[in-house]
């Protein structure tokens, strides 16, 4: 069966840091992947998505950026933190084309002090 | 379009009861629908989906309403629980072939004891 993760689960960090959050799906190839940000008590905004190895869209311009190493692997990454940075972050992953669900991983809490 | 940054309405429901969560969608085009259940701090969990060729789909407890005609789609919950007590969203296809999901306000559900 297909699995996602996403570590790690809490994130404490100070403005300016870098950041490196890592996603992967296991039991399935060629997979679509997705990165969300959730402010708190809000919807879910798409962030960056990617079709295939080292093919990313990016859907909002942003202090963020991500990477796809390998074909189950997703990587969002920020140089220097902003407060504004903070969030909820969720990667999530769907079989490639369309016409079906994608699947959630459980969150990153990042919080930028 | 996607919906970020507006705050969530809420339903309360009495326990036992049974509930209804709207939602509209933004493309006739869009051919497949979703809708998740985001408890606290947790990634959002696949519900039930329903494709544009159908008008209702029932699962456990849970029945989803489509009305093309007037792009809107409905989650009814039977017998609402406490442990239903959560964030809803709907979630649509984006039908310009991009494979990204366009995401409802999201609805929260409070069950009253």
């Known amino acids: 069966s297909q699995t996602i993760h996403q570590w790690p689960a809490t994130l404490v960090q100070p403005v300016g840091s870098p950041l490196s959050l890592e996603c992967t799906v296991e039991?399935?190839?060629?997979?679509?992947l997705y990165w969300y940000r959730q402010a708190a008590g809000r919807g879910l905004q798409l962030l960056f998505y990617s079709v295939g190895i080292g093919q990313i869209s990016s859907e909002v311009p942003q202090n963020l950026s991500a990477s796809r190493p390998q074909d189950r692997q997703f990587i969002l990454s920020s140089k220097k933190l902003l407060l504004s940075d903070s969030g909820f972050y969720l990667c999530a992953w769907s079989v490639l084309g369309q016409g079906t669900e994608a699947f959630f991983g459980q969150g990153t809490r990042l919080t930028v002090v | 379009g996607e919906s970020v940054g507006l705050h969530l309405p809420t339903l309360s429901v009495q326990e036992g009861d049974n509930s209804i969560i709207n939602c509209a969608y933004s493309?006739?085009?869009?051919?497949?629908f979703i809708w998740y259940k985001q408890e606290s701090g947790k990634g959002p969990q696949f519900i039930i989906d329903i494709r544009s060729n159908m008008d209702k789909r029932q699962g456990q407890r849970v029945t989803v309403l489509l009305n093309k005609t007037v792009k809107h789609l409905s989650l009814q919950i039977a017998a609402t629980q406490p442990g239903d007590s959560a964030v809803y969203f709907c979630?649509?296809?984006?039908?310009?072939?991009?494979?990204?999901?366009?995401f409802g306000t999201g609805t929260r559900l409070k069950v009253l004891a």
């Open positions: 493309n006739s085009a869009s051919d497949y």
């Open positions: 979630a649509e296809d984006d039908p310009s072939g991009t494979y990204k999901y366009i």
């Open positions: 039991g399935t190839s060629n997979p679509n």
